[in-house]
């Protein structure tokens, strides 16, 4: 293996040997031929060999049919050239040794890949050297060096033995001479360029140079040049496989006359940088080198380039006064820094930052109304609610611009408050209800751009502002990386699960998001990282959540709130029909009529596989059902098009839910009672459990309740132990009696207020033994005196009820008019008791026992 072309001289290559008149022979030998590998200490892969009789004639050496083939790595050993190798591998050593007790005569081949270890027969090249060792030199280190030089060439016609050591037999391949003019002129040419080339590397010794020059025969040349070249080893192989001593001259010169223009250039860019070399650093150095490079190419100065580019940018992107001013102090800062500086790459981000964003650029809208009315239609059904306010401020912004004139006319001048152009809402609704989808909506009725960005988990304020340009790999808030996104300064931008937001010691979002939520501030929203104003006020900011308790009061009060409550079950069914159904049947690759599932099906899915307020579980069960069907498809199997209730049983197996036989079950027993509750995800129903037993004034409350409940369940036993006589209890019973409470489910965290009617009753109906209506649910806050206060969450509570199969709800009265947002098919179907004491209640869900005849 070549360690380097050019690392010693002619002189050291002799000294490698210790005998004087060896080194003296060796001299005679190198001279005599004009070669010497003197520029190379070669360590090959597989050893070589050397012999000890160096006074015979080598040039008319008989040459063997069979030949002992040592493998050379990244090397060719030319005819007529003198090599001094290195060997260290054991089986290498062992053809040297046996060779040089021989005629001392080897075939030297080179590998195809100079990284195998061990070349096989099937990674040499075809055509090799015939070679003669003439020195041998052990080492302390028990490696061999030696001295070889080059005969003829060989073809190799077949390997006859790979153990210990390659053999092939061989057929000699002689190069074909001619003598013309062109020969000679291209052999004058590649020794001249060799001179040149040696000139520019000193390494190259001068005695090397003045050899190679005296030589007259042609093939000779082209092998002494090509043997110190420095070149690539399938160029160095195609040298000696060319047959015309032309071709090889040819190709010859042409390597050299690439290395000289490489030379030649990189003693220019060396000439040129060598001057600024004192004043800057090493670094420096190098791009002055690549600047000469440009120049040499006939391009421009880079930095001069960018600028000019940025500046373009900067004017096709209308910014304000203000940043403009910005813009151009930073690129003037940019102009007067090398590329080489730390800051360097700080700016252009900057300026790249302020040149993309889109100051000038926003969306026309939309303003038929009617058109809008129908987009939002065909993507949602219901949510009447948020269509109506969409629909307002399109009726808004089309009489504004109708009337611009006049207003202005009439406008006075204010210098504090300023003209609003956006709107920011606040979908607030169970999950699975539309809100994410409806802001896509939105913005399609509106014919504008659309951008989300989730702010669940995010606890970081440079999430919304931005980094300060001082720290490494700043970059501007999500805001404004969202805008530039978005190419539009007016986009619908929805801000997903607000409620989520969480702090931490690297700041407050919510806080934050108070510059960008508020119609007062936002026009001039400052990014910490532009340090400019942008403008947000014609953005359409809506935000969601889940629950409106975790939002920072200040937040909240810069959003119109929208309650989204859940669905029906009518609502549902035709949202499958006319949404999810074909939704799924597209996506699982079905055809229309390949798939019917009738409504009873659809209601059977709602009422005993999914009991949710919105309709994401509901479309995954349908999903369920067309991956069956195309499962039955793809196997052969025949499938019923029509999904009846049967059906469903059939592809999504026993029900997730009972019906209202587990309500009744669990009320047949006195003290368990059926209460309302809100959640997140929507409303739901749960059962509060009492139980009494042998004791002494004990009372204990448990199912992962929180401190709120807990008062209202103390609240409860209070006002039963005041009211016992009223309720024919024994006033006494909580001396001998310990009580317990528990609410079901024990595993999820419960809290609030309104679960202290269903307490009270549960613990009436537990001490006077009569169980409570199964078809009855309650919500209602008490107090000690029995009186029934409101809570919240009425919509949500009755249509968990109705999901649920319950028939009648109790409530307190001051929640009556909450009664108004119930669909009218519900109200239809279920009866409302609004109450204002705790004896109305009692009345109303424990009966009395009918006396026996």
């Known amino acids: 293996?070549?360690?380097?072309?050019?690392?010693?001289?002619?002189?050291?290559?002799?000294?490698?040997?210790?005998?004087?008149?060896?080194?003296?022979?060796?001299?005679?030998?190198?001279?005599?031929?004009?070669?010497?590998?003197?520029?190379?200490?070669?360590?090959?892969?597989?050893?070589?060999?050397?012999?000890?009789?160096?006074?015979?004639?080598?040039?008319?050496?008989?040459?063997?049919?069979?030949?002992?083939?040592?493998?050379?790595?990244?090397?060719?050993?030319?005819?007529?050239?003198?090599?001094?190798?290195?060997?260290?591998?054991?089986?290498?050593?062992?053809?040297?040794?046996?060779?040089?007790?021989?005629?001392?005569?080897?075939?030297?081949?080179?590998?195809?890949?100079?990284?195998?270890?061990?070349?096989?027969?099937?990674?040499?090249?075809?055509?090799?050297?015939?070679?003669i060792i003439h020195r041998l030199f052990k080492t302390p280190d028990g490696t061999i060096r030696i001295l070889i030089q080059g005969l003829s060439r060989f073809r190799i016609e077949e390997f006859v033995s790979t153990e210990p050591y390659l053999v092939a037999k061989i057929t000699p391949t002689p190069e074909i001479e001619n003598e013309n003019l062109e020969i000679e002129a291209l052999a004058r040419n590649a020794r001249d360029q060799f001179e040149h080339i040696a000139k520019m590397v000193p390494s190259i010794p001068r005695e090397l140079v003045e050899s190679i020059a005296i030589i007259s025969n042609p093939l000779q040349t082209a092998y002494s040049i090509a043997n110190f070249e420095r070149m690539e080893l399938a160029d160095a192989q195609i040298i000696l496989e060319l047959d015309l001593v032309e071709e090889k001259l040819r190709k010859l010169v042409a390597i050299l006359a690439r290395e000289r223009e490489v030379l030649d250039l990189g003693q220019k860019i060396q000439n040129e940088a060598r001057s600024e070399i004192e004043k800057v650093q090493r670094d420096y150095f190098l791009r002055e080198q690549l600047k000469a490079i440009h120049k040499e190419l006939g391009e421009g100065d880079d930095l001069t380039e960018e600028v000019n580019e940025l500046r373009k940018n900067l004017d096709k992107a209308k910014l304000p006064e203000e940043a403009r001013k910005q813009a151009v102090r930073e690129l003037e800062r940019l102009s007067r820094l090398p590329t080489a500086a730390a800051e360097y790459g700080v700016i252009r981000s900057y300026i790249e930052w302020l040149s993309t964003l889109p100051w000038d650029i926003s969306t026309q809208d939309y303003l038929d109304i009617a058109n809008a009315r129908k987009v939002l239609d065909q993507d949602h059904y219901g949510l009447e609610d948020v269509k109506?306010?969409?629909?307002?401020?399109?009726?808004?912004?089309?009489?504004?611009?109708?009337?611009?004139?006049?207003?202005?006319?009439?406008?006075?001048?204010?210098?504090?408050?300023?003209?609003?152009?956006?709107?920011?809402?606040?979908?607030?609704?169970?999950?699975?209800?539309?809100?994410?989808?409806?802001?896509?909506?939105?913005?399609?009725?509106?014919?504008?751009?659309?951008?989300?960005?989730?702010?669940?988990?995010?606890?970081?304020?440079?999430?919304?502002?931005?980094?300060?340009?001082?720290?490494?790999?700043?970059?501007?808030?999500?805001?404004?990386?969202?805008?530039?996104?978005?190419?539009?300064?007016?986009?619908?931008?929805?801000?997903?699960?607000?409620?989520?937001?969480s702090y931490d010691f690297h700041g407050d979002p919510a806080s934050a998001l108070l510059e960008v939520l508020d119609p007062e501030q936002n026009s001039e929203f400052r990014d910490h990282y532009l340090e400019v104003a942008f403008d947000?006020?014609?953005?359409?900011?809506?935000?969601?959540?889940?629950?409106?308790?975790?939002?920072?009061?200040?937040?909240?009060?810069?959003?119109?709130?929208i309650q989204i409550a859940g669905y029906t079950e009518r609502e549902k069914l035709v949202i499958a029909k006319n949404y999810l159904i074909p939704r799924q049947i597209k996506e699982n690759g079905l055809l229309k009529k390949e798939v019917n599932i009738v409504d009873d099906a659809v209601l059977t899915i709602i009422r005993q596989y999914t009991r949710e307020a919105g309709v994401r579980n509901l479309e995954r069960e349908i999903g369920a059902i067309c991956r069956k069907i195309v499962t039955n498809i793809s196997e052969g199997k025949k499938h019923k098009s029509k999904v009846t209730e049967r059906e469903v049983h059939g592809y999504l197996g026993r029900p997730k839910f009972q019906s209202n036989e587990e309500i009744e079950r669990r009320t047949s027993v006195p003290g368990v009672v059926t209460g309302l509750a809100w959640t997140p995800t929507g409303g739901d129903v749960l059962f509060i459990e009492a139980s009494r037993m042998p004791g002494s004034k004990g009372f204990q409350i448990t199912g992962s309740v929180g401190t709120v409940m807990q008062e209202s369940a103390h609240a409860a036993l209070s006002y039963v132990r005041a009211h016992a006589k009223d309720f024919g209890i024994d006033p006494q019973f909580f001396q001998s009696e310990d009580i317990h409470l528990h609410v079901p489910a024990g595993a999820t965290p419960k809290d609030g207020p309104s679960a202290g009617v269903t307490?009270?009753?549960?613990?009436?109906?537990?001490?006077?033994?009569?169980?409570?209506?199964?078809?009855?649910?309650?919500?209602?806050?008490?107090?000690?005196?029995?009186?029934i206060m409101p809570v919240g969450g009425i919509k949500e509570k009755v249509l968990a009820a109705h999901r649920s199969g319950l028939k009648a709800i109790i409530l307190p009265k001051q929640n009556e008019p909450d009664l108004d947002d119930i669909p009218d098919e519900i109200r239809d179907e279920m009866k409302f008791y609004p109450v204002d004491t705790v004896d109305e209640v009692i009345k109303i869900a424990i009966p009395k026992k009918k006396a026996r005849k």
């Not at 960005?453 to 970059?475: F, K, N, Q, V």
């Not at 805001?479 to 409620?499: G, T, W």
């Not at 900011?541 to 308790?549: D, K, P, S, V, Y």
Request: hydrophobic fraction near 40%; charge should be neutral.
């Open 759 to 787: 307490m009270t009753t549960a613990l009436i109906s537990l001490l006077t033994e009569r169980p409570s209506r199964p078809d009855l649910g309650m919500t209602g806050e008490i107090t000690l005196r029995g009186q």
């Open 1 to 131: 293996m070549v360690a380097s072309r050019w690392n010693a001289n002619l002189r050291e290559i002799l000294n490698w040997f210790a005998d004087d008149s060896m080194t003296q022979n060796l001299g005679d030998l190198f001279l005599g031929l004009s070669l010497s590998d003197s520029t190379n200490i070669i360590n090959i892969e597989e050893s070589k060999s050397t012999s000890n009789n160096d006074n015979e004639d080598t040039t008319e050496l008989p040459v063997p049919d069979v030949l002992p083939i040592l493998p050379l790595r990244g090397l060719v050993v030319y005819p007529q050239t003198a090599v001094p190798l290195t060997i260290g591998q054991p089986r290498s050593i062992r053809l040297i040794d046996e060779v040089v007790s021989g005629n001392r005569i080897i075939g030297l081949v080179a590998s195809k890949d100079p990284e195998l270890e061990s070349p096989g027969p099937q990674d040499l090249y075809a055509v090799g050297t015939v070679a």
């Open 536 to 561: 947000l006020s014609q953005v359409m900011f809506i935000t969601t959540a889940n629950q409106l308790e975790t939002i920072p009061a200040p937040l909240l009060d810069r959003m119109e709130v």
């Open 388 to 501: 109506e306010r969409i629909l307002e401020y399109l009726a808004v912004r089309k009489l504004r611009l109708e009337r611009k004139d006049k207003l202005d006319a009439q406008k006075k001048t204010d210098l504090i408050r300023k003209e609003r152009e956006g709107v920011i809402l606040c979908f607030v609704g169970p999950p699975g209800v539309g809100k994410t989808s409806l802001g896509q909506s939105i913005a399609r009725a509106l014919g504008r751009n659309f951008i989300r960005i989730s702010l669940g988990g995010m606890r970081d304020e440079a999430e919304i502002r931005g980094h300060r340009r001082t720290y490494i790999g700043a970059l501007p808030g999500r805001i404004l990386q969202a805008i530039r996104r978005v190419e539009s300064k007016n986009p619908v931008f929805m801000l997903d699960e607000i409620d989520k937001l």
